[in-house]
C-alpha cells in the first residue's frame, strides 16, 4: 500500500507537451531530472489537494498545472472601400453571401472553417467577407505575435468564425498593436497600441478617423460620410495598388465567382472595378510592414 500510495503522488511531466505559457507546480519536494536529448520533470503531490479559482486563475495543489489560456477579447471595426454603399446607411454590400459565392472555409493561412448557417444572416450583421487579424509587439509592431481569421459584417464588425462573437486570442493579457489584412484590399493598423482582456471586449474603431490607423490618411480612403475605409486594389496582395495589379484584373474580366480581381465584392469581375475603385488607388500601399510572417 505504501509503494501505491508513493507511485500516486508522483506526477510527471515531459518536454514533449507544448505550451502556450510556462507551466508551474507548487508540491512538498520534486526535481528535474535531464540529459542530451530529454528532461523530466517531477513533484510530489501534497497529502490534500484541490483546485483553487479566483476567476481568471485557476491553481491546481501539487499537479502540474494545465496548459493556461487566455482567451482575450476584441471587438474591431473595419470597412472595405470596395463593396461600401456610398449613399445612404454606411453599409457594405452583401452580395458575395447573397450569391452563394463566400467560402466557408478561410482563404486566409489558418484555413478555419464556419458554419453554412453563418451565411445566412442578412441585414447589417450580414457576412461580407474573411479578414485576417493580427496582434502586434506593443514595443515593435513589424513583429506578429497572433493572428486569425475573422468574418466582416456589413456594418463594420469583425466577428468570430460563429458569425456572431468578438475575436478571442490565446495570448496574455498586454497592450497590442491590432492589424486587419484583406485578401485585395491594402492592410491597415491600429496608430496605437490597445490594452487587451479576457473579461470584456476591447472595441477598437479603424473606420473613425484617419488618425485611428497607422500612417494616418495614407492608409484609408476618406469616403466622405464619415467613415474611413481600406483602400481596395491590391490583387496581388504585395501591400501595393501598381500598374501590375491593373493588368492582372484585366486578364480576368468577365469572370465571376469569388476573386480578388472583383474589387466592388458584386461576384463579377468588370471595368468598373478597374475604372472605377483600383485605377483610382494607383500609388498607394500599406504604411507598415512585417518581419516574421
Ligand atoms: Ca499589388
Ligand atoms: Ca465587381
Not at 470596395?82 to 454590400?93: A, E
Not at 484583406?182 to 488618425?211: E, F, G, K, Y
Not at 484609408?220 to 490583387?235: E, L, P, R, W, Y
Request: charged share 10%; aromatic share 6%; net charge negative.
Amino acid at each position: 500500500m505504501k509503494q501505491y500510495i508513493f507511485i500516486l503522488t508522483l506526477f510527471f511531466s515531459g518536454s514533449l507537451f507544448s505550451q502556450t505559457l510556462e507551466r508551474s507546480v507548487i508540491g512538498s519536494s520534486g526535481t528535474t531530472l535531464s540529459n542530451a536529448n530529454a528532461s523530466l520533470d517531477f513533484t510530489v503531490g501534497e497529502l490534500a489537494v484541490a483546485t483553487l479559482s479566483n476567476g481568471t486563475t485557476t491553481l491546481n495543489q501539487g499537479f502540474h498545472q494545465e496548459v493556461i489560456t487566455l482567451q482575450l477579447k476584441l471587438s474591431l471595426v473595419v470597412f472595405l472601400q470596395g463593396p461600401l454603399v456610398t449613399s445612404g446607411t454606411v453599409i457594405m454590400d452583401d452580395s458575395l453571401r447573397s450569391n452563394s459565392l463566400l467560402p466557408i472555409t478561410s482563404p486566409y493561412a489558418d484555413s478555419i472553417t464556419s458554419e453554412t448557417t453563418v451565411f445566412d444572416i442578412t441585414g447589417t450583421n450580414a457576412i461580407i467577407d474573411w479578414v485576417w487579424i493580427s496582434l502586434r509587439d506593443k514595443n515593435d509592431p513589424t513583429v506578429v505575435l497572433a493572428s486569425q481569421s475573422g468574418l466582416l459584417q456589413a456594418d463594420g464588425d469583425i466577428v468570430s468564425v460563429n458569425g456572431t462573437s468578438a475575436l478571442e486570442f490565446d495570448s496574455p493579457s498586454d497592450s497590442y498593436y491590432i492589424a486587419v489584412n484583406h485578401r485585395n484590399h491594402v492592410a491597415v493598423m491600429s496608430a496605437n497600441t490597445v490594452a487587451l482582456n479576457t473579461s470584456t471586449a476591447t472595441t477598437i474603431d479603424l473606420s473613425d478617423a484617419t488618425a485611428s490607423v497607422f500612417g494616418g490618411s495614407n492608409s484609408v480612403v476618406n469616403m466622405g460620410n464619415g467613415v474611413f475605409a481600406m483602400i481596395a486594389g491590391d490583387f496581388d496582395e504585395n501591400g501595393q495598388i501598381q500598374n501590375t495589379d491593373t493588368n492582372a484584373v484585366i486578364q480576368l474580366l468577365g469572370i465571376s465567382g469569388y476573386s480578388k480581381a472583383d474589387m466592388d465584392m458584386n461576384g463579377q469581375v468588370q471595368n468598373s472595378d478597374i475604372n472605377s475603385i483600383l485605377n483610382t488607388n494607383i500609388g498607394k500601399g500599406v504604411q507598415f510592414t512585417v518581419t516574421n510572417e
